[in-house]
């Protein structure tokens, strides 16, 4: 099984930065992409950033500019990094890995989420 370790939210004012952390660890057989997910008050689940295996990127218009996603195939750890904060990006930043792990099939896997709030 493969299991998620993430770090890095908080509290921060408008404008401000934060950095995102996702250690997947576990009988990992093979990580394909991975991605970051916001589920804000009122709001479904939405897809923020994603970063497969090859390294190519996605991300939801809302913060073209201002995120960068990344990954470290060593560590088998995404990140992201958020500039330019602003309040509607508030809301639970959940860590997902497309993972295959040691005799079992292709599957995603969910971190348990981390709070990041945008307030003056």
């Known amino acids: 099984q493969v299991q998620l370790a993430e770090s890095g939210g908080g509290l921060v004012q408008p404008g401000g930065s934060l950095r995102l952390s996702c250690a997947a660890s576990g009988s990992i057989f093979t990580i394909n992409a991975m991605g970051w997910y916001r589920q804000a008050p009122g709001n479904q689940r939405e897809l923020v950033a994603s970063i497969s295996s090859g390294g190519s990127t996605n991300y939801a218009d809302s913060v073209k500019g201002r995120f960068t996603i990344s990954r470290d195939n060593v560590k088998n750890t995404v990140y992201l990094q958020m500039n330019s904060l602003k309040p509607e990006d508030t809301g639970v930043y959940v860590c997902?890995?497309?993972?295959?792990?040691?005799?079992?099939?292709?599957?995603?896997?969910w971190g348990q989420g981390t709070q990041v709030t945008v307030s003056s």
């Open positions: 997902n890995v497309d993972a295959v792990a040691f005799g079992r099939p292709r599957v995603p896997y």
